[in-house]
């Protein structure tokens, strides 16, 4: 039996009654909107086959279970990046068993840094498409048949119907939301000066360290993706403050009361 396999039982054993057919990947410092389902069901990675196991600060690394807005939800507190080693085989489990119990919108959130001076920390952008800066990609090597192509593509990744319910979910709460380009980088080391130039030279208005390997593995199993970036600091090189992550966690409760209502609203459009 597959990692996917135990992890399924162990989940679909648990939420009896629950039929959750969207998930949020919550980012650095964004974890506490979890705190916000009813009847809340709380799993650990440890629990769950094959899962990730978080270990930078920020990422609690447990599937919460719930509701929010009369709907059943599942909510990941964590994630792992690329940075962290030899993490690919837990994000595909991670994903491909949200596929596997039935979810089919997911919305992926991250702290990232702006690289436009209007777009400031606190501000709320939806990703309108991606720049994989990372030197690799998650779906190198076999082909994994069963959950999808070997050459998936990647037009629409960011589907614009669930941007277009992001936004319109947005203006309803008065809350203003970008919409931006992000590039994924490896990291962990935050990018130099001549870095964040070149990367908005290649028309990317946001950078971060995590969310393009996710996104792609979604993508290939047929998952429906959203994604939203809080922003916590401007590149280096923008700002006077040094990098660190500590600023990214201090700063991406700026925006948390936003990112709240924004999504328990967006999952009522849905």
């Known amino acids: 039996m597959s990692n996917i396999e135990k992890s399924v039982n162990i989940i679909k054993a648990k939420i009896k009654g629950f039929s959750p057919e969207f998930a949020a990947i919550l980012g650095s410092g964004l974890s506490g909107v979890a705190d ?4 809340k069901i709380i799993i650990s990675y440890n629990e ?28 990941l507190k964590g994630r792992v990046h690329l940075y962290e080693g030899d993490v690919v085989s837990y994000l595909k489990t991670m994903i491909r068993t949200l596929k596997a119990i039935g979810i089919k919108n997911l919305l992926i959130t991250n702290a990232a ?17 991606h720049i994989n800066l990372t030197g690799t990609n998650p779906l190198v090597g076999d082909n994994d048949d069963e959950w999808g192509g070997r ?5 629409n990744i960011w589907d614009k119907d669930l941007r277009y319910k992001l936004i319109e979910s947005a203006k309803k709460e008065g809350i203003q939301l970008h919409e931006g380009i992000y590039a994924g980088v490896l990291g962990p080391s935050f990018e130099t000066h001549a870095e964040v130039r070149m990367i908005k030279n290649l028309g990317a208005s946001l950078v971060g360290m995590s969310t ?12 429906n993706i959203a994604g939203i970036s809080v922003v916590t600091n401007l590149g280096a090189g923008m700002q006077k403050e040094a990098l660190s992550h500590e600023q990214t966690l201090r700063d991406s409760k ?17």
């Open 36 to 39: 916000y389902l009813d009847n």
């Open 48 to 75: 769950l086959s094959g899962f990730p196991v978080p270990k930078v600060k920020g990422h609690a690394g447990e599937m919460i279970i719930g509701n929010l807005e009369g709907k059943d939800v599942i909510f």
């Open 113 to 129: 840094g702006s690289l436009q001076e209007n777009v400031t920390a606190g501000s709320l952008v939806a990703i309108s498409d």
């Open 151 to 155: 050459f998936p593509s990647m037009d």
């Open 212 to 223: 393009v390997a996710e996104s792609i593995i979604a993508r290939h199993c047929g998952l």
């Open 254 to 270: 700026l925006g948390y009361d936003n990112i709240q209502r924004l999504i328990k609203a967006f999952v009522k459009s849905l």
